[in-house]
C-alpha cells in the first residue's frame, strides 16, 4: 500500500478537478452506467426511508449525489462531507439552491470526522469509498457508517469494484479498458488504469456487502453490476 497516493495527493487532485465533476455526464465519463447508479441508490434509499429528515453525503464531490436525493425527498437537512474545499463549496452553493433545509459541510476524511452517531436517515457514498486502503480500513470505516444511521436508516453505494476470481477479474478489466478506449482514445484508457492503479484500492460487492453483515446491518442490497462498476447498499 505505500506506493498508493496519499490522502493529500487526493485532496490536491480533487482540488483541481471541481468544474469537470460539477457535470454528471461528463465528470463521470470513466464510471460504466454512472447514471444509472446515481438514480437506482437514490431511490432506493428514498423507498427505504421515505420520511427521511437527515442525508449526509460522503466524499460529496460537487454534490450531484445530493442534488438528485433532493429531487426524491426535497427539504432534507444535507451534511456534506469531502476532503477538498473547493468541492465543498461548489456542492453547497448548488445544494442550497434546491433545499429548504440546513446544510453543514465539513471539510476532512470521514474516517477522522465528529458526526453525530444515530442521527442520519440517508448515508451516500459515490466513487469513494475505493480509497480505503486495508481490511482494518475497510471495517473501522463500515462499522463508523452504520454508527451514524438511525436504526432503519440505509447506506447506498454506488463504486468501483473487484472481481474475487482472477480470470474474471482480469476479463473485466480488459472489458472496462475497452469501454474506456472507445471512449476517448487508448491515451485516455491509459490514463484511467495508471490512476485507479496509483489512488485506488476497490474491493468486490461481495467483500462489502459480507463487512456490512458484520458490522450490523440488518439487510444488504445489490441494485446494479456492470463489469467493474456497482450500486448497492444496506440497511441498519
Known amino acids: 500500500m505505500t506506493q498508493k497516493s496519499t490522502i493529500e495527493e487526493i485532496r490536491v487532485r480533487f482540488d483541481n478537478d ?3 465533476f460539477s457535470n454528471l455526464d461528463t465528470g463521470q465519463i470513466s464510471t460504466i452506467d454512472a447514471t444509472v447508479s446515481l438514480e437506482l441508490i437514490t431511490e432506493a434509499a428514498k423507498r427505504i426511508v421515505p420520511a427521511a429528515a437527515q442525508l449526509l453525503d460522503v466524499g460529496c464531490g460537487a454534490g450531484n449525489y445530493t442534488l438528485m436525493m433532493l429531487k426524491k425527498l426535497p427539504g432534507l437537512n444535507c451534511t456534506l462531507v469531502d476532503l477538498s474545499r473547493p468541492m465543498l463549496d461548489k456542492a453547497q452553493e448548488r445544494v442550497l439552491q434546491q433545499t429548504n433545509g ?3 459541510i465539513l471539510q476532512g476524511d470521514i474516517r477522522e470526522a ?3 452517531g444515530n442521527h442520519f436517515d440517508i448515508i451516500l457514498a459515490g466513487a469513494v469509498l475505493h480509497h480505503l486502503r486495508d481490511d482494518k480500513d475497510w471495517e473501522a470505516t463500515f462499522s463508523k457508517l452504520y454508527s451514524l444511521l438511525k436504526p432503519g ?3 447506498m ?3 468501483l469494484v473487484i472481481q474475487e476470481t482472477a480470470a474474471i477479474s482480469e476479463y473485466t478489466w480488459e472489458r472496462y479498458g475497452d469501454y474506456l478506449e ?3 482514445g487508448k491515451h485516455y484508457r491509459e490514463k484511467v488504469m495508471e490512476y485507479i492503479d496509483k489512488e ?3 474491493r468486490s460487492v461481495t467483500y462489502q456487502m459480507e463487512l456490512m453483515k458484520k458490522v450490523g446491518f440488518r439487510a444488504t442490497e445489490i441494485l446494479h453490476k456492470n463489469m467493474c462498476f456497482a450500486a448497492f447498499g444496506g440497511i441498519k
Do not use: T
Request: include cysteine.
Open 18 to 20: 471541481v468544474e469537470r
Open 102 to 104: 440546513k446544510v453543514n
Open 114 to 116: 465528529k458526526l453525530p
Open 153 to 155: 436508516g440505509c447506506l
Open 157 to 159: 453505494i454506488s463504486d
Open 182 to 184: 472507445g471512449v476517448n
Open 200 to 202: 485506488d484500492s476497490p
